[in-house]
């Protein structure tokens, strides 16, 4: 049987109780293409199933919601199988799983999560903010995974006298420092007027650029990989 959920945490657990029994299983909060005669369940979410559910695994892994959490915030298209077969794991082990690598629910789940962490820590370099007519700081950003929320405490602690919104163009969803509160919001478009100053600051980021950049020492290939190609359409010192 499918599952489908509508992709938050409580949805994910609740399908997970009704699931776990179910040989043929499939969870997803996207679309999947049903076989013949496969059957489909359009789950409704349960507080109370679903809480049951993460304190039961907890009593296993007092770490595992974290690594749900994760999991769910990856681009992977998977994302929906490896946190079940992850937790399946962990419920069926009765205890952490994190270190038996030789189990593919578990080498999916630490891939997964390594990617989503790797993005959050190369984010923190490559997120460019423009100056606003009003003051506030503005970040398009196209991450390939769900993570704009996980930067606001390194921003915030940069940027703490500036209010700032690192809006995630791709999944319409922004995250906001407002000066003194962190929250996340739906964001499809934002049209944002610049400072006078801005197109200075963008020029700095050219002259910088081509400052350390040696056209006769050019390693693209290393450059493609410390700065994949993806996230320089939002980056001044590549426009």
């Given amino acids: 049987m499918i599952y489908f959920y509508d992709g938050s945490r409580e949805a994910f657990l609740t399908a997970f109780v009704l699931a776990f029994r179910d040989p043929g299983a499939v969870l997803t909060s996207g679309s999947a293409q049903l076989a013949v005669g496969q059957e489909t369940c359009f789950v409704q979410t349960d507080a109370n199933r679903a809480k049951k559910a993460e304190q039961r695994l907890i009593s296993f892994d007092k770490n595992c919601m974290h690594d749900l959490n994760t ?15 992850y937790l399946h794991l962990v419920a069926e082990k009765g205890m952490p799983v994190r270190s038996m ?35 506030a700081l503005y970040a398009p950003i196209s991450p390939d995974n769900d993570i704009a929320e996980d930067l ?11 209010p700032f919104v690192i809006h995630d163009v791709g999944r319409g969803k922004a995250a906001v420092y407002d000066g003194e509160h962190t929250f996340t919001a739906p964001l499809k478009e934002a049209e944002v007027v610049l ?28 450059m493609r990989a410390y700065m994949p190609v993806r996230y320089r359409k939002f980056m001044p010192e590549f426009n």
């Fill in 71 to 85: 999991i769910l915030k990856s681009g992977d298209a998977n994302r929906d199988m490896v946190a079940f077969n």
């Fill in 101 to 135: 690598l030789a189990e593919q629910a578990v080498i999916a789940a630490d891939e997964c999560m390594r990617r989503v962490k790797l993005e959050i820590h190369r984010m923190h370099g490559f997120v460019r903010f423009m100056e606003s007519a009003s003051g």
């Fill in 195 to 222: 400072s006078a100053d801005e197109g200075a600051w963008q020029s700095l980021w050219r002259k910088y650029y081509e400052s350390v950049n040696i056209p006769s020492r050019e390693r693209l290939r290393q």
């Fill in 152 to 162: 606001l405490p390194h921003f915030r602690a940069r940027l703490k006298n500036f």
